[in-house]
């Protein structure tokens, strides 16, 4: 079992920055890739940012300029900076991670685990 603790949501105001965090815990082999994804009120759950083992980002195109996404692959830790957040930046923010987590001495076995969620609420 691989279980994510996020922490860094909050209320801000417009124009305001956060950083969320996302640190993985369990039997964990490797790491492959972490991300984060959002879900606003009435919409699906989309795609924010994310960032490979050999740090190959990807971004959402309404978050680029905005959102640094980062990696502290000895803390199995995942960061999202925010910056110039809008309101249309609400939302609950999930942290994902996926890897290799080790059975025992000689199996292993894939994993995709996701975070509890934590909310961002961008508001004058």
């Known amino acids: 079992q691989v279980q994510l603790v996020e922490s860094g949501g909050g209320l801000v105001q417009p124009g305001e920055s956060l950083r969320l965090s996302c640190a993985a815990s369990?039997?964990?082999?490797?790491?492959?890739?972490m991300g984060w994804y959002r879900q606003a009120p009435g919409k699906q759950r989309e795609l924010v940012a994310t960032?490979?083992?050999?740090?190959?980002?990807n971004y959402a195109d309404s978050v680029k300029g905005r959102f640094t996404i980062s990696g502290d692959n000895a803390k199995n830790t995942v960061y999202l900076q925010m910056e110039s957040l809008k309101p249309e930046d609400t939302a609950v923010y999930y942290c994902?991670?996926?890897?290799?987590?080790?059975?025992?001495?000689?199996?292993?076995?894939?994993?995709?685990?996701w975070g509890p969620g934590t909310q961002v609420t961008v508001s004058s």
């Open positions: 994902n991670v996926r890897g290799i987590t080790r059975i025992n001495i000689l199996q292993s076995q894939p994993f995709d685990s």
């Open positions: 369990g039997s964990i082999f490797n790491i492959n890739l």
């Open positions: 960032i490979t083992s050999t740090r190959t980002t």
